[in-house]
Protein backbone atom coordinates (compact mmCIF):
# COMPACT_ATOMS: atom_id res chain seq x y z
CA UNK A 1 0.00 0.00 0.00
CA UNK A 2 1.57 3.72 -1.02
CA UNK A 3 0.15 6.37 1.20
CA UNK A 4 -1.31 9.28 -1.10
CA UNK A 5 0.89 11.95 1.33
CA UNK A 6 -1.68 15.45 1.06
CA UNK A 7 0.67 17.08 3.30
CA UNK A 8 4.20 16.50 1.56
CA UNK A 9 2.52 17.14 -1.83
CA UNK A 10 0.75 20.18 -0.91
CA UNK A 11 4.34 21.42 1.01
CA UNK A 12 5.94 21.10 -2.65
CA UNK A 13 3.38 22.50 -4.02
CA UNK A 14 3.16 25.57 -1.48
CA UNK A 15 7.13 25.99 -1.61
CA UNK A 16 6.25 26.51 -5.95
CA UNK A 17 3.73 28.47 -4.80
CA UNK A 18 5.92 30.73 -2.99
CA UNK A 19 8.42 31.05 -6.27
CA UNK A 20 5.15 31.96 -8.30
CA UNK A 21 4.25 34.67 -6.01
CA UNK A 22 7.45 36.60 -5.41
CA UNK A 23 7.02 36.83 -9.32
CA UNK A 24 4.59 39.40 -9.19
CA UNK A 25 5.34 42.36 -8.28
CA UNK A 26 2.34 43.63 -6.63
CA UNK A 27 0.39 43.53 -2.93
CA UNK A 28 -2.14 40.40 -3.55
CA UNK A 29 -5.23 40.44 -0.96
CA UNK A 30 -7.75 37.75 0.04
CA UNK A 31 -11.17 39.09 1.65
CA UNK A 32 -12.54 36.45 3.54
CA UNK A 33 -16.12 36.79 4.96
CA UNK A 34 -17.26 34.85 7.56
CA UNK A 35 -20.50 34.87 8.93
CA UNK A 36 -21.27 33.87 12.29
CA UNK A 37 -19.23 31.76 14.74
CA UNK A 38 -19.19 28.18 13.27
CA UNK A 39 -16.08 26.77 15.46
CA UNK A 40 -14.99 24.95 12.50
CA UNK A 41 -15.01 27.65 10.20
CA UNK A 42 -12.77 29.34 13.04
CA UNK A 43 -10.06 26.55 12.32
CA UNK A 44 -10.48 26.62 8.69
CA UNK A 45 -10.19 30.34 8.46
CA UNK A 46 -6.89 30.78 10.87
CA UNK A 47 -5.37 27.87 8.53
CA UNK A 48 -5.78 29.34 5.57
CA UNK A 49 -4.85 33.17 6.57
CA UNK A 50 -1.42 30.82 7.81
CA UNK A 51 -0.85 29.76 5.20
CA UNK A 52 -1.82 32.86 2.63
CA UNK A 53 0.90 34.91 4.61
CA UNK A 54 3.42 32.08 4.43
CA UNK A 55 3.20 32.45 0.75
CA UNK A 56 2.90 36.74 0.95
CA UNK A 57 -0.84 36.85 0.40
CA UNK A 58 -2.14 39.25 2.40
CA UNK A 59 -5.90 38.52 4.16
CA UNK A 60 -8.77 40.25 5.08
CA UNK A 61 -11.20 39.12 7.57
CA UNK A 62 -14.72 40.45 7.41
CA UNK A 63 -16.04 38.67 10.62
CA UNK A 64 -20.25 39.79 10.63
CA UNK A 65 -22.97 38.80 12.86
CA UNK A 66 -25.31 36.02 12.38
CA UNK A 67 -27.92 38.34 12.16
CA UNK A 68 -26.69 40.52 9.21
CA UNK A 69 -29.23 40.15 6.51
CA UNK A 70 -28.43 38.89 3.15
CA UNK A 71 -28.91 42.67 1.33
CA UNK A 72 -25.86 43.39 3.70
CA UNK A 73 -23.87 40.83 2.63
CA UNK A 74 -24.39 41.51 -1.24
CA UNK A 75 -23.77 44.82 -0.58
CA UNK A 76 -20.43 43.45 1.33
CA UNK A 77 -19.44 41.42 -1.69
CA UNK A 78 -19.79 43.51 -4.16
CA UNK A 79 -17.79 46.16 -2.84
CA UNK A 80 -15.43 43.73 -2.85
CA UNK A 81 -15.65 42.93 -6.41
CA UNK A 82 -15.14 46.69 -7.01
CA UNK A 83 -12.03 46.88 -4.65
CA UNK A 84 -8.63 47.00 -6.87
CA UNK A 85 -7.04 45.89 -3.84
CA UNK A 86 -8.67 42.58 -3.42
CA UNK A 87 -7.87 39.84 -5.39
CA UNK A 88 -9.76 36.91 -4.54
CA UNK A 89 -12.75 36.92 -2.31
CA UNK A 90 -14.07 33.66 -0.34
CA UNK A 91 -17.32 33.11 1.51
CA UNK A 92 -16.81 31.05 4.29
CA UNK A 93 -19.63 28.42 4.44
CA UNK A 94 -21.93 27.77 6.48
CA UNK A 95 -23.57 30.66 6.51
CA UNK A 96 -27.08 31.05 8.85
CA UNK A 97 -30.32 29.34 7.49
CA UNK A 98 -31.72 32.70 6.41
CA UNK A 99 -28.83 33.70 4.18
CA UNK A 100 -29.01 31.85 0.35
CA UNK A 101 -25.82 31.11 0.28
CA UNK A 102 -25.77 30.19 -3.48
CA UNK A 103 -27.14 33.48 -4.54
CA UNK A 104 -24.23 34.78 -2.52
CA UNK A 105 -21.80 32.61 -4.27
CA UNK A 106 -23.03 33.97 -7.19
CA UNK A 107 -22.88 37.79 -6.48
CA UNK A 108 -18.88 37.03 -6.20
CA UNK A 109 -17.34 38.44 -9.49
CA UNK A 110 -16.29 34.97 -11.21
CA UNK A 111 -12.71 36.84 -11.80
CA UNK A 112 -11.91 36.99 -8.16
CA UNK A 113 -14.49 33.34 -6.99
CA UNK A 114 -11.14 31.29 -5.53
CA UNK A 115 -13.70 29.03 -4.32
CA UNK A 116 -15.33 28.68 -7.71
CA UNK A 117 -18.32 28.52 -6.66
CA UNK A 118 -20.58 31.25 -9.05
CA UNK A 119 -22.34 29.98 -11.67
CA UNK A 120 -20.27 31.37 -14.18
CA UNK A 121 -17.28 29.32 -12.74
CA UNK A 122 -19.34 26.17 -11.93
CA UNK A 123 -20.83 26.54 -15.47
CA UNK A 124 -17.12 26.76 -17.55
CA UNK A 125 -16.06 23.61 -15.83
CA UNK A 126 -19.55 21.66 -16.90
CA UNK A 127 -18.72 22.73 -20.32
CA UNK A 128 -14.70 21.88 -19.89
CA UNK A 129 -13.88 25.61 -19.72
CA UNK A 130 -12.89 25.91 -16.16
CA UNK A 131 -12.00 29.33 -14.83
CA UNK A 132 -11.19 28.60 -11.06
CA UNK A 133 -11.92 25.25 -10.08
CA UNK A 134 -13.26 24.63 -6.72
CA UNK A 135 -10.81 23.74 -4.42
CA UNK A 136 -11.14 20.00 -2.91
CA UNK A 137 -11.87 18.59 -6.35
CA UNK A 138 -8.98 20.23 -7.69
CA UNK A 139 -7.00 19.40 -4.91
CA UNK A 140 -7.63 15.87 -5.56
CA UNK A 141 -6.88 15.56 -8.88
CA UNK A 142 -4.03 17.31 -8.20
CA UNK A 143 -3.05 14.66 -5.69
CA UNK A 144 -3.49 11.28 -7.66
CA UNK A 145 -1.92 13.13 -10.83
CA UNK A 146 1.55 13.88 -8.46
CA UNK A 147 1.22 9.84 -7.88
CA UNK A 148 1.04 9.34 -11.88
CA UNK A 149 -2.86 7.66 -11.42
CA UNK A 150 -4.21 7.98 -14.68
CA UNK A 151 -7.96 8.32 -14.54
CA UNK A 152 -8.99 7.34 -18.19
CA UNK A 153 -11.27 4.32 -18.67
CA UNK A 154 -11.08 3.83 -14.02
CA UNK A 155 -14.43 3.14 -12.50
CA UNK A 156 -14.94 5.66 -10.10
CA UNK A 157 -17.78 5.64 -7.41
CA UNK A 158 -17.63 8.96 -5.82
CA UNK A 159 -19.94 9.09 -2.51
CA UNK A 160 -21.00 12.81 -2.35
CA UNK A 161 -23.57 14.93 -4.76
CA UNK A 162 -22.66 18.44 -2.90
CA UNK A 163 -22.03 21.26 -4.61
CA UNK A 164 -19.00 21.83 -3.09
CA UNK A 165 -17.34 18.46 -3.86
CA UNK A 166 -19.43 15.66 -5.51
CA UNK A 167 -20.74 17.78 -8.28
CA UNK A 168 -17.53 19.56 -9.51
CA UNK A 169 -15.40 16.48 -8.93
CA UNK A 170 -17.71 14.55 -11.05
CA UNK A 171 -16.71 16.60 -14.10
CA UNK A 172 -13.43 16.81 -13.48
CA UNK A 173 -13.25 12.72 -13.05
CA UNK A 174 -15.51 12.43 -16.27
CA UNK A 175 -13.21 14.78 -18.47
CA UNK A 176 -10.18 12.64 -17.68
CA UNK A 177 -11.60 9.83 -18.94
CA UNK A 178 -13.21 8.18 -15.83
CA UNK A 179 -16.61 6.67 -15.37
CA UNK A 180 -18.27 7.84 -12.59
CA UNK A 181 -20.41 6.53 -10.32
CA UNK A 182 -22.16 9.17 -7.85
CA UNK A 183 -23.44 7.47 -4.63
CA UNK A 184 -25.23 9.28 -1.94
CA UNK A 185 -27.54 9.09 0.90
CA UNK A 186 -30.66 7.33 -1.54
CA UNK A 187 -28.57 5.09 -3.16
CA UNK A 188 -29.19 1.22 -2.95
CA UNK A 189 -26.63 -0.87 -2.03
CA UNK A 190 -23.29 1.10 -2.32
CA UNK A 191 -21.25 -1.44 -1.27
CA UNK A 192 -22.22 -2.90 -5.20
CA UNK A 193 -20.77 0.13 -6.43
CA UNK A 194 -17.53 0.49 -4.25
CA UNK A 195 -16.47 -3.29 -4.96
CA UNK A 196 -16.49 -3.05 -8.71
CA UNK A 197 -14.62 0.60 -8.71
CA UNK A 198 -11.02 0.67 -9.69
CA UNK A 199 -11.08 4.11 -6.97
CA UNK A 200 -13.57 5.12 -4.65
CA UNK A 201 -13.67 8.48 -3.24
CA UNK A 202 -15.86 9.18 -0.18
CA UNK A 203 -17.11 12.25 1.38
CA UNK A 204 -19.92 11.52 3.99
CA UNK A 205 -18.50 12.84 6.64
CA UNK A 206 -18.99 9.52 8.65
CA UNK A 207 -16.19 6.98 10.84
CA UNK A 208 -15.90 4.01 9.30
CA UNK A 209 -17.89 4.55 6.55
CA UNK A 210 -16.03 2.33 4.24
CA UNK A 211 -15.31 -1.13 5.51
CA UNK A 212 -12.79 -3.12 4.21
CA UNK A 213 -15.62 -5.57 2.91
CA UNK A 214 -16.74 -2.73 0.52
CA UNK A 215 -13.35 -2.37 -1.00
CA UNK A 216 -11.77 -4.67 -3.80
CA UNK A 217 -8.14 -5.48 -3.78
CA UNK A 218 -6.34 -3.23 -5.10
CA UNK A 219 -8.64 -0.36 -5.07
CA UNK A 220 -7.51 3.22 -4.56
CA UNK A 221 -9.09 5.07 -1.90
CA UNK A 222 -9.55 8.85 -1.52
CA UNK A 223 -10.81 9.77 2.05
CA UNK A 224 -12.35 13.12 1.58
CA UNK A 225 -14.34 13.02 4.93
CA UNK A 226 -13.96 14.84 8.30
CA UNK A 227 -15.28 13.82 11.52
CA UNK A 228 -13.96 14.06 14.90
CA UNK A 229 -13.96 11.33 16.97
CA UNK A 230 -12.78 11.87 21.03
CA UNK A 231 -10.87 14.98 19.77
CA UNK A 232 -9.23 12.97 17.25
CA UNK A 233 -9.85 14.35 13.12
CA UNK A 234 -10.89 11.06 11.29
CA UNK A 235 -12.03 10.46 8.16
CA UNK A 236 -14.69 8.16 6.08
CA UNK A 237 -12.68 5.35 6.11
CA UNK A 238 -12.08 2.31 8.73
CA UNK A 239 -8.21 3.07 7.68
CA UNK A 240 -6.48 0.15 9.85
CA UNK A 241 -8.51 -2.67 8.30
CA UNK A 242 -8.59 -1.16 4.33
CA UNK A 243 -4.95 -0.31 4.07
CA UNK A 244 -3.76 -3.89 3.80
CA UNK A 245 -6.39 -4.56 0.71
CA UNK A 246 -6.17 -1.18 -1.42
CA UNK A 247 -3.29 -0.40 -3.63
CA UNK A 248 -3.12 3.56 -2.52
CA UNK A 249 -4.75 5.33 0.05
CA UNK A 250 -5.21 8.80 1.47
CA UNK A 251 -4.72 9.76 5.36
CA UNK A 252 -6.94 11.97 7.37
CA UNK A 253 -5.65 13.84 8.75
CA UNK A 254 -2.95 14.95 5.96
CA UNK A 255 -4.44 13.94 3.00
CA UNK A 256 -6.99 15.52 0.89
CA UNK A 257 -7.35 18.91 3.81
CA UNK A 258 -3.62 20.19 2.62
CA UNK A 259 -4.33 19.92 -0.99
CA UNK A 260 -7.32 21.85 -0.51
CA UNK A 261 -5.92 24.79 0.97
CA UNK A 262 -3.00 24.74 -1.48
CA UNK A 263 -4.82 25.11 -4.08
CA UNK A 264 -7.12 27.39 -2.63
CA UNK A 265 -4.05 29.63 -2.99
CA UNK A 266 -2.84 28.60 -6.61
CA UNK A 267 -6.48 30.31 -7.34
CA UNK A 268 -5.68 33.58 -5.35
CA UNK A 269 -2.57 33.58 -7.46
CA UNK A 270 -4.17 32.66 -10.61
CA UNK A 271 -6.85 35.27 -9.88
CA UNK A 272 -3.93 38.10 -9.64
CA UNK A 273 -1.86 36.82 -12.54
CA UNK A 274 -5.39 36.80 -15.01
CA UNK A 275 -5.70 40.22 -13.10
CA UNK A 276 -2.45 41.42 -14.35
CA UNK A 277 -3.21 39.52 -17.81
P1 LIG B 1 -22.59 17.34 2.59
O1 LIG B 1 -23.10 18.43 1.74
O2 LIG B 1 -23.28 17.02 3.87
O3 LIG B 1 -22.52 16.01 1.69
C1 LIG B 1 -22.45 14.75 2.23
C2 LIG B 1 -22.75 13.76 1.13
O4 LIG B 1 -22.74 12.46 1.71
C3 LIG B 1 -24.13 13.96 0.51
O5 LIG B 1 -24.07 13.80 -0.88
C4 LIG B 1 -24.98 12.89 1.18
O6 LIG B 1 -26.03 12.40 0.38
C5 LIG B 1 -23.94 11.79 1.34
N1 LIG B 1 -24.33 10.86 2.38
C6 LIG B 1 -24.71 11.13 3.65
N2 LIG B 1 -25.02 9.99 4.31
C7 LIG B 1 -24.84 8.99 3.42
C8 LIG B 1 -25.02 7.58 3.48
N3 LIG B 1 -25.45 6.96 4.60
N4 LIG B 1 -24.75 6.86 2.37
C9 LIG B 1 -24.30 7.46 1.25
N5 LIG B 1 -24.13 8.78 1.13
C10 LIG B 1 -24.40 9.54 2.20
O7 LIG B 1 -21.09 17.61 2.97
P2 LIG B 1 -19.89 18.20 2.11
O8 LIG B 1 -19.77 19.63 2.40
O9 LIG B 1 -19.96 17.74 0.71
O10 LIG B 1 -18.67 17.46 2.84
C11 LIG B 1 -18.63 16.05 2.95
C12 LIG B 1 -17.52 15.62 3.88
O11 LIG B 1 -16.28 16.02 3.32
C13 LIG B 1 -17.58 16.25 5.26
O12 LIG B 1 -17.06 15.35 6.19
C14 LIG B 1 -16.66 17.45 5.15
O13 LIG B 1 -16.11 17.84 6.39
C15 LIG B 1 -15.60 16.88 4.24
N6 LIG B 1 -14.86 17.89 3.46
C16 LIG B 1 -13.54 17.83 3.51
C17 LIG B 1 -12.79 18.74 2.79
C18 LIG B 1 -11.31 18.64 2.86
O14 LIG B 1 -10.64 19.60 2.50
N7 LIG B 1 -10.76 17.51 3.26
C19 LIG B 1 -13.41 19.70 2.02
C20 LIG B 1 -14.81 19.70 1.94
C21 LIG B 1 -15.53 18.79 2.68
P3 LIG B 1 -27.32 13.34 0.06
O15 LIG B 1 -26.86 14.32 -0.96
O16 LIG B 1 -28.32 12.38 -0.45
O17 LIG B 1 -27.69 13.98 1.35
Known sequence: MILLDGKKVSNEIIEEL????????DKIKLAI???????????????????????GIETELFHLDSNITEEYLINLIDNL??????????????VPKTIDIIKCFNEIDYHKDVDGFSCISVGSLYLGREKLVSCTPKGIIRLLDYYNIDLKGKN???????????KPLFHLLMQRGATVTVCHSLTKNIKEHTL?????????????FITSEMVSDGAIIIDVGISRVDGHVVGDVDFDNVKDKCSYITPVPGGIGPMTVAMMIE????????ENG
Open 18 to 25: ILRRNKIK
Open 33 to 55: IWVGNDSASEIYIKNKQKKCEKV
Open 156 to 166: VCLINRSNIVG
Open 196 to 208: NADIIISAVGKPK
Open 81 to 94: NKDKAVSGILLQSP
Open 267 to 274: NILEAKEN
